[in-house]
C-alpha cells in the first residue's frame, strides 16, 4: 500500500514568491493534515480536512498561507508571498477518521528554503 | 493544550532495552498518550498509544502509570535503526482533536 505522497521533496525560492506543496493522502483516509516543523522543534498543525472541509484552520496564517482540498482526496498548501520565516518542513499527514484514537500517516515532507 | 514533559535526549547501546519517560500531569480523564517517533529526514511515524492501561505492539511497549501523571515507552532491544526523535503527545478528544507536538527526546543508539 502506498503511503503518503508528496511533492516536491526540497524547494528553493527566493523572498516574495509564490510556492505550493501537493499531498496526495492514502487511498481511502477521509481525514488529512497539513503540519509545518521548523528546525528543531516537532510539528505543528497548520489545517484539519475532513472531507473537503477545512474544519481546523485557526493556525493558518491566513494572510499568505492557503489550501485546498478539491474532491476530498488531493491537497495544495500555497504560500503567497514566501517570507524568509517560511523556511521549514511542510507535512502532511492523513488518517481514516478523526485522528483520537488512531494514528496518523505522515508523509516525508517538502523542505522549503526562502532566500 | 495538555503538556507533556520529556528528556532532551537519552542513550542507549544496541539490543539494550530502552526506557523513554514522560510526564504529563496534567492529563484529564479522556485525553489518550500517543507516542510518535521520527527518523532523519523523514515524517512521524506512529509507534503506540493508550489510555489507561498497559499496551504493547510489535514496534514497543507503553506502561502507564496508575494515576496517569506519567507513562514510559520501552523499546525491548535497541537496533540502529531505532535512533529518532520520540514524542509523547496527549491527545484531548473532547477539545481540538490535534495532535500538539513537543520538543520529544533525541534517542542515540550505540553499537
Known amino acids: 500500500e502506498a503511503g503518503v505522497v508528496q511533492s516536491p521533496r526540497y524547494k528553493i525560492i527566493e523572498k516574495k514568491q509564490p510556492v505550493a506543496f501537493w499531498c496526495n493522502p492514502i487511498s481511502g483516509h477521509n481525514t488529512l493534515y497539513w503540519y509545518r516543523q521548523n528546525l528543531g522543534q516537532g510539528p505543528e498543525l497548520l489545517i484539519r480536512y475532513e472531507n473537503e472541509e477545512a474544519v481546523d484552520d485557526s493556525q493558518l496564517p491566513k494572510d499568505r498561507f492557503s489550501a485546498e482540498r478539491l474532491k476530498g482526496v488531493d491537497s495544495t498548501l500555497k504560500i503567497q508571498p514566501a517570507e524568509l520565516g517560511d523556511s521549514a518542513v511542510y507535512l502532511c499527514?492523513?488518517?481514516?477518521?478523526?485522528?483520537?484514537?488512531?494514528?496518523?500517516?505522515f508523509g516525508p515532507g517538502t523542505r522549503l528554503t526562502v532566500t | 493544550d495538555a503538556k507533556t514533559t520529556q528528556p532532551n535526549s537519552m542513550e542507549s547501546n544496541e539490543e539494550e532495552p530502552v526506557h523513554l519517560p514522560c510526564n504529563h500531569s496534567t492529563i484529564s480523564g479522556t485525553d489518550y498518550i500517543h507516542w510518535y517517533r521520527q527518523l532523519p529526514s523523514q515524517g512521524p511515524e506512529y509507534v503506540i498509544h493508550?489510555?489507561?492501561s498497559n499496551v504493547n505492539n510489535r514496534m514497543a511497549s507503553l506502561a502507564i502509570a496508575e494515576d496517569r501523571k506519567s507513562s514510559t515507552l520501552i523499546l525491548h532491544r535497541a537496533t540502529l535503526r531505532d535512533a529518532a526523535v520520540y514524542y509523547c503527545i496527549l491527545y484531548e478528544t473532547d477539545s481540538s482533536y490535534k495532535l500538539i507536538f513537543g520538543s520529544g527526546t533525541r534517542l542515540l543508539v550505540r553499537p
Open positions: 493508550g489510555l489507561t
Open positions: 499527514a492523513s488518517s481514516f477518521g478523526v485522528a483520537g484514537v488512531s494514528e496518523q500517516y
